[in-house]
């Protein structure tokens, strides 16, 4: 019996050691701020130590190790420098030196290139309880399912209200609980929403890394509020409604640098409130968005935006290509409607963006939210919403290849074929 004892113990002793030195994992790694040559890599684990990443090309064979810079802590951020472009590395944050398949990351290709892109947009994912993260999985499966029964993308753009009170708790439950086969081989880019605010965003600023250095192209920011970044030949900007930085502060001034030095042939802005929709918040109702949609929709619009990816509103809406609406949706003229088709090459036909011009069309969409849609819509005012769900919770998949971009929004509820792309489109510029 002793002996059965002093095994027991010994092997509790070998278990607190191994604990000691790299720490259970808490929250697993998520990927941030992925260039050509460099990987953010954090996660949380459940004791203090120092953040160590191994990692290597072979899946079985991590020859590689990168250690944080930082002294003992929970949270850990590892950067990962000198890696070669368009390159499959794998890796572990538990010391192993083999790596699950699923744990890897893809080094981006230098910026400028026209090789294809697959984004995947996600809005108010960790908004509301955690009862609704049956729907949030149903959001996630139905992603999986499109992309080949794969999880990984280029990239994530979450859309804001990444947690209900930006409390630690729900961002663990609502958000990376359900997002975790995403992001530990999918770098994620976040926006701050207006539940994301609820402690002055403290833990939103400890959980998210953004490129606000200029790491991946874009001016710097040098605040996590807003920032931008190439990927390809595609540039994103993510501007922040949240903060008191409305009308010709210095957001817009950044704003209006930033696409002044953009060489790239495709623009997006993300940002949580709409400048236009008729869901949940309606902004034919809003002082604060006619604020903010006449201090930034010209500086996108002068410099060729084309598509602006908004949340907040908890339903999908998009609209045709239309050009300066600066005032309420009612009050559209034939002047703002650039192309009023579907946009669809097996209906009417693709919209046709001369891409030596700006003031070309800009395409509005509000994103599905990942885990809890509002059905107590009675009226939408957004200019012709082609589809809308009052019900359904989705996602929306952007294709990126050269001088074509496709658009389409997963549903998590079939249509009565039992298709769930509720809608799609394709911009191509000549």
Known sequence: MNKIRNIFSLLIVILTLASSIFGGVTRKPYLQVVTSNSVIIRWQTDIFTVGKVTYGTKIDSLTMVAISSEQEKINHIVTIDNLKPATKYYYSVEGKKKSQYQNYFITANKVGSKDSIRIWVIADFGQTSSIYNKRRKETVAVWRAFNNNDYHANFVLSLGDQTEDDTRFQLQHNFFNQLENVLVNTPLYTVEGNHDNHDSLKNYYKTFSHPTKGEMGGVPSYTQDYYSFDYGNVHVVVLSTEINDFSGGEQAKWLKKDLEDNQQDWLIACLHRPFHSGGHHKTNKDKIAEIQRKAWLPILEDHGVDLILQGHNHDYERS??????????????????????????DMDGAYIKDKKKTHQGTIFIEVAPGGVATDDFTHYEIFPVYFHSTKNEGSLVLDVEGDRMDVKFLSTEPDSKGNHIWDYFTIIKE
Do not use: M, Q, S
């Not at 050009?323 to 650039?338: G, Q, S």
């Open 320 to 345: 045709y290509l239309v050009d300066n609406l600066l005032n309420i949706t009612t009050h559209i003229t034939e002047a703002n409607k650039i192309d009023t088709g579907l946009g669809r090459i």
